[in-house]
């Protein structure tokens, strides 16, 4: 008996609200409990507003036995960097799941990421993770003809595409959704088992003796939404009118254009006008949930024409809903995963175009289809498919066991660059003596500070860290980059550590990274940071007692690399760790003078040579916000320009489009800037002249005080680094 998790954005219902996938959890939930397994959903909210699962809807689960736990992000937080709503929402989901033998998850915002991203980096290794492949993101907006929202969209589909190839399983109703993300160049842990939908076990087969009457309603069955094919069924109408003796009595069968769609009002208003215009008399049952809406076709099964003509479905639980009516004729549109539901079934499908729909259409208006030329869903076949996987899930969890480390350890070497940090050297001395592990050896470089100051701070640390084997050396200024190449030149360990010598690394950071390396296999790993402006030693060394509160937390996304162009703050903070192997391979840093951020320019040029760099979830690194540092002092746009795109284009010039990463970076900060202007001008000129007069005169610290004492800190499940 396995303990089992399905954790969905939808849920049976929420406001009333319920689409396939939340039909699916409700299913599957009941047919694992049936089985004799401890089944808990686990309601994910993105809403801004409160989500709650209906109070009916708690009780009839509870009836069944099945466990309800609701989780819901919160609003929007600046002191978050980046935030991506979906990812925070991972985070505090991850805390409720380790108990569990089996989780399954939803592809759409895919909230496994966050457990997924800590279990690789663990030796603990969780539960069982599956994603079950009903539409992500991309299929959405694609099968509703819409633009991406930049960056969210991309920042939501990078966390898709990595929760399913870290998953220990994907499943997929059908064949179609597996090749189509296929193509789209998804990648999954092993072959994708197609296993369709489940269904309640009192879906029992009708009579095959059931003759149709006349035709006297025809039913559109689905959401009035673009993909579902509402423009179509209004156009296929209009050209069944004009040739038609009889005209049946039309029912819009939905709820309204799913949550967040932009166009279902102006798409209802055209359904209704072009289908009156034509002669149609109309209604509308836009109140019903998924049960009631199957009874109102039963009852009117023997005079009803159904339509489901979506553009783009997976497995849809419409087209398998009506298929099980007794004596209901059906037409759904030949797109999608449709024609896995509805096997042979010619007579019942048609091309997504307006005129084979309405050829079809007039076809079973004037002929209906008997109960025995109906096809029907093989829903006990789906049911038994479901169960035998979940039978090898469960059985997967029960053998697996945690991760050894090998005997011998990787060696490590930290190159800390140096130029005119008098003020921070020592602390950052401090903490790498006082490390959890100390067999590392430490590289410092002096980039050629010009104040005596400086160099005497640099002379007394190389002093006392002599007796520790540990080399500190002075150079002509190079500049950060060649700054680091030099000290990586000069060691020898398995692993390079990098760190800015005004920052401050947690008292486990190095043990954390060298583990995490060890056990992943990666060959580059970013952590998350914590970031402050105070110029005092961030923690107690000694004791990892935080002494200085955050201004925010970095939590990067990972290497996102088209969301990452146009919000590189995704990629992290300085401090990662490489295999001195592949740092070689790719010739180190580029060597640029005055350009700062070279650490994001390394960090995509990794990712597109094909090398594995990923995020250690933890925050090990106190991440100083200097005044002086060179983010704050050299030109951003030229560094974002010089050493930054110019990586994107260097790969882009090969394939003949040079300009299309600058293209895309430019058309998102225009139409910052418009967005900008059209605040400004909502603001009025006296509120953004005070904004940039407050942005001008106050330094950049107590701006961050200020936001500290009036916006409460989000750390989410993650917690400043007190190892």
């Known amino acids: 008996m396995a303990k089992v998790a399905l954790v969905s954005y939808d849920v049976q219902t929420i406001f009333g609200r319920g689409g396939g996938v939340g039909a699916f959890v409700t299913r599957w939930a009941n047919l694992l409990q049936q089985a004799g397994e401890h089944v808990t959903i686990v309601m994910t909210g993105i809403d801004s507003a409160l989500m709650r699962v209906d109070p009916n809807w708690r009780v009839r689960y509870r009836e069944n036995g099945i466990s309800l736990i609701e989780l819901q992000v919160p609003p929007v937080i600046s002191k978050r960097r980046p935030d991506v709503p979906t990812m925070r929402l991972a985070e505090i989901v991850t805390p409720a799941l380790h108990d569990f033998d089996v989780a399954y998850f939803m592809d759409w915002g895919n909230t496994a990421f966050h457990l997924l991203r800590e279990r690789r980096y663990s030796s603990n290794r969780g539960p069982v993770c599956v994603t079950v492949l009903h539409g992500p993101s991309e299929w959405v907006l694609r099968a509703n003809r819409e633009h991406p929202k930049l960056p969210w969209d991309l920042h939501l589909a990078y966390q898709e595409r990595y929760s399913a190839l870290h998953s220990n399983f994907v499943v997929s109703p059908s064949h179609f959704m597996v090749e189509h993300?296929?193509?789209?160049?998804?990648?999954?842990?092993?072959?994708?088992?197609?296993?369709?939908?489940?269904?309640?076990?009192?879906?029992?087969?009708?009579?095959?003796?059931?003759?149709?009457?006349?035709?006297?309603?025809?039913?559109?069955?689905?959401?009035?939404?673009?993909?579902?094919?509402?423009?179509?069924?209004?156009?296929?109408?209009?050209?069944?009118?004009?040739?038609?003796?009889?005209?049946?009595?039309?029912?819009?069968?939905?709820?309204?254009?799913?949550?967040?769609?932009?166009?279902?009002?102006?798409?209802?208003?055209?359904?209704?006008?072009?289908?009156?215009?034509?002669?149609?008399?109309?209604?509308?049952?836009?109140?019903?949930?998924?049960?009631?809406?199957?009874?109102?076709?039963?009852?009117?099964?023997?005079?009803?024409?159904?339509?489901?003509?979506?553009?783009?479905?997976?497995?849809?639980?419409?087209?398998?809903?009506?298929?099980?009516?007794?004596?209901?004729?059906?037409?759904?549109?030949?797109?999608?995963?449709?024609?896995?539901?509805?096997?042979?079934?010619?007579?019942?499908?048609?091309?997504?175009?307006?005129?084979?729909?309405?050829?079809?259409?007039?076809?079973?208006?004037?002929?209906?289809?008997?109960?025995?030329?109906?096809?029907?869903?093989?829903?006990?076949?789906?049911?038994?498919?479901?169960?035998?996987?979940?039978?090898?899930?469960?059985?997967?969890?029960?053998?697996?066991?945690?991760?050894?480390?090998?005997?011998?350890?990787?060696?490590?070497?930290?190159?800390?660059?140096?130029?005119?940090?008098a003020a921070y050297l020592g602390q950052l001395m401090e903490s790498l003596e006082e490390q959890t592990e100390t067999d590392f050896h430490v590289i410092a470089v002096n980039d050629g500070s010009p104040d005596a100051e400086s160099n005497r701070v640099f002379e007394e640390q190389g002093a006392k860290a002599s007796s520790r084997g540990w080399d500190f050396y002075r150079q002509e200024n190079a500049f950060v980059d060649a700054a680091r190449n030099s000290a990586a030149r000069r060691g020898t360990g398995d692993l390079i550590l990098f760190i800015d010598s005004d920052d401050v690394p947690a008292r486990n950071a190095i043990a954390r990274m060298r583990e995490a390396m060890t056990l992943s296999g990666d060959d580059a790993l970013i952590c998350a940071s914590y970031l402050f402006t105070s110029e005092k030693q961030p923690f107690d060394p000694a004791t990892g007692e935080v002494l200085v509160p955050a201004d925010e937390t970095n939590i990067p996304l990972g290497m996102d690399l088209v969301g990452g162009l146009v919000n590189p703050c995704v990629f992290g903070a300085s401090m990662f760790v490489i295999r001195r192997s592949v740092f070689e391979k790719v010739g180190g840093f580029r060597e640029l003078r005055g350009a700062h951020d070279g650490h994001w320019e390394f960090y995509v040029r990794l990712a597109l040579e094909g090398y594995?760099?990923?995020?250690?979830?933890?925050?090990?690194?106190?991440?100083?916000?200097?005044?002086?540092?060179?983010?704050?002092?050299?030109?951003?746009?030229?560094?974002?320009?010089?050493?930054?795109?110019?990586?994107?284009?260097?790969?882009?010039?090969?394939?003949?489009?040079?300009?299309?990463?600058?293209?895309?970076?430019?058309?998102?900060?225009?139409?910052?800037?418009?967005?900008?202007?059209?605040?400004?001008?909502?603001?009025?000129?006296?509120?953004?002249?005070?904004?940039?007069?407050?942005?001008?005169?106050?330094?950049?610290?107590?701006?961050?005080?200020?936001?500290?004492?009036?916006?409460?800190?989000?750390?989410?499940?993650?917690?400043?680094?007190?190892?």
């Open 181 to 421: 993300l296929k193509s789209l160049g998804w990648e999954f842990p092993g072959e994708v088992e197609v296993l369709g939908l489940p269904m309640p076990k009192s879906a029992d087969a009708p009579p095959n003796n059931l003759t149709p009457s006349q035709i006297r309603k025809i039913v559109y069955f689905g959401r009035v939404e673009e993909s579902k094919g509402i423009r179509n069924f209004v156009l296929a109408l209009q050209h069944f009118a004009k040739g038609a003796v009889y005209k049946p009595e039309i029912v819009l069968l939905g709820k309204d254009a799913d949550w967040g769609r932009p166009s279902g009002e102006q798409l209802l208003d055209f359904a209704w006008q072009g289908l009156r215009e034509a002669g149609f008399k109309v209604s509308r049952e836009a109140s019903l949930d998924s049960e009631n809406a199957c009874r109102f076709l039963r009852e009117n099964a023997l005079e009803t024409l159904c339509v489901i003509p979506s553009l783009a479905d997976n497995h849809p639980y419409t087209v398998i809903e009506a298929s099980l009516i007794p004596g209901l004729n059906l037409i759904a549109c030949r797109s999608g995963g449709v024609p896995e539901i509805l096997r042979g079934a010619e007579r019942q499908l048609c091309d997504p175009l307006p005129m084979d729909l309405a050829e079809r259409i007039r076809e079973r208006v004037n002929t209906p289809l008997g109960a025995a030329e109906l096809a029907r869903y093989n829903w006990r076949a789906a049911n038994e498919r479901w169960l035998e996987f979940h039978r090898k899930a469960a059985a997967s969890a029960k053998v697996r066991s945690p991760r050894a480390l090998p005997e011998r350890k990787l060696t490590v070497d930290v190159c800390v660059t140096y130029f005119q940090k």
């Open 612 to 723: 594995k760099i990923d995020v250690l979830p933890e925050l090990l690194l106190f991440y100083r916000q200097a005044e002086g540092s060179p983010s704050r002092t050299l030109p951003s746009q030229g560094s974002y320009r010089t050493r930054f795109l110019d990586t994107y284009e260097d790969r882009l010039r090969t394939a003949g489009l040079k300009g299309a990463a600058l293209a895309l970076a430019g058309l998102y900060r225009n139409s910052l800037e418009m967005e900008k202007e059209i605040k400004r001008y909502r603001d009025g000129t006296l509120i953004e002249g005070l904004r940039l007069l407050y942005r001008g005169l106050v330094p950049v610290s107590v701006r961050l005080g200020f936001h500290k004492l009036f916006l409460a800190p989000f750390t989410g499940p993650n917690r400043p680094p007190a190892a």
